[in-house]
């Protein structure tokens, strides 16, 4: 009875001696005695050792999945640069007019199929329902168009009665423009539409991206502007040569505008999205450090104490024998 007194008199001074207070999230990694196996000393010196080891291997997978994103933005990066070549003629030709007045819009959106890239997902979801909000109307048709699994999971939720379209999967081979094309091939004969408004993010840097929206006109909408003259008045300034008519060369106008706007938008979201990927897992990377910094300053304030409480025990004992 005596010894037992003198223990806990001891770690009670111990504890006294070693007053480091751990950080909440240290302290929340801490599980209660009964979690642990019969026969362990050293219990909370364990259980921070188990705690340094998964975060040292989460430490290691996000280090390797930003090296995977740069070899893959590489890859992709130059291939976008000169995507922007395609649809910078029709731009020039056709013109991008977002304020256009239509009756059916339909929200192209573009996202990513996989997670852990940031924000860019959540940034094409805003950008397609602030767009869905502004070209709602009485007697107008908004419906959308979704490339990915992110935006899709999203717009699941509250807009699954104006999803006409979903297409998944997107990246799982090397982008091309034919895959592109038949996907744009695809959503024209699917869809009806006065005007295509094409939401994705566009690759300014590995920490930067900026949210663009392209709009891309049925044949019918151009030949009214054209008309009506504006932006698009210098059209009827061209001469037409061979058997086709005006509507016929629009309608092949429209139609090669749009795939090459795809293409450039799909390789635009994602260099985007292996740029977010990689400064998400960098971030990711240096808070694992953090963790780890401050789970070994706590496992060897814990570690001191358990052998502070160990001394105590054994001078304790010690002195009630010779006394």
């Known amino acids: 009875m005596a010894m037992a007194a003198l223990r806990r008199e001891g770690r009670r001074f111990a504890g006294s001696l070693t007053a ?38 989460i430490q290691k997978i996000t280090k390797a999945m930003k090296m995977v994103a740069a070899s893959k933005l590489r890859a992709i990066q ?6 922007r070549g395609l649809w910078q003629p029709f731009t020039a030709l056709l013109g991008d007019t977002p304020g256009v007045e239509v009756k059916k819009n339909v929200i192209v959106t573009i996202s990513s199929d996989k997670g852990l890239c940031g924000g860019i997902n959540s940034t ?11 070209t709602s109307g009485p007697e107008k048709e908004v419906k959308y168009v979704i490339l990915g699994e992110k935006a899709k999971a999203q717009l699941m939720r509250d807009s699954k009665k104006d999803i006409e379209l979903c297409i998944t999967e997107l990246q799982k081979n090397p982008l091309n423009y034919t895959q592109v094309a038949v996907l744009a091939d695809d959503i024209l004969k699917n869809v009806e539409f006065d005007a295509l408004r094409i939401v994705f993010n566009k690759f300014q840097s590995v920490v930067a991206f900026l949210p663009t929206m392209s709009t891309v006109l049925s044949p019918e909408v151009v030949e009214r502007e ?36 795809m293409f450039n938008a799909v390789l635009e979201n994602a260099c985007s999205e292996q740029g ?11 808070n694992a450090g953090d963790m780890l910094d401050r789970l070994t300053i706590f496992y060897n304030r814990t570690r001191q104490a358990s052998i502070t409480t160990e ?10 024998l010779e006394g």
């Open 20 to 57: 480091p207070q751990p950080m909440s999230a240290i302290r929340s990694a801490i599980v209660s005695e009964e979690q642990v196996p019969l026969g362990v000393r050293s219990i909370s010196t364990q259980i921070v050792r188990n705690r340094m080891k998964s975060v040292r291997n």
């Open 78 to 83: 130059t291939r976008a640069e000169n995507s």
């Open 124 to 134: 094409s979801v805003k950008i397609s329902r602030a767009i869905h909000k502004l």
């Open 226 to 261: 054209a008309e009506a003259g504006g932006t698009l008045g210098a059209l009827d300034s061209y001469e037409i040569e061979g058997g086709e008519t005006k509507g016929e060369i629009l309608q092949n106008l429209a139609e090669f505008q749009f795939s090459c706007v």
């Open 276 to 286: 977010a990927r990689m400064s998400a897992m960098d971030s990711s990377s240096r």
């Open 311 to 320: 001394l105590i025990e054994i001078i304790s004992g010690a002195s009630a």
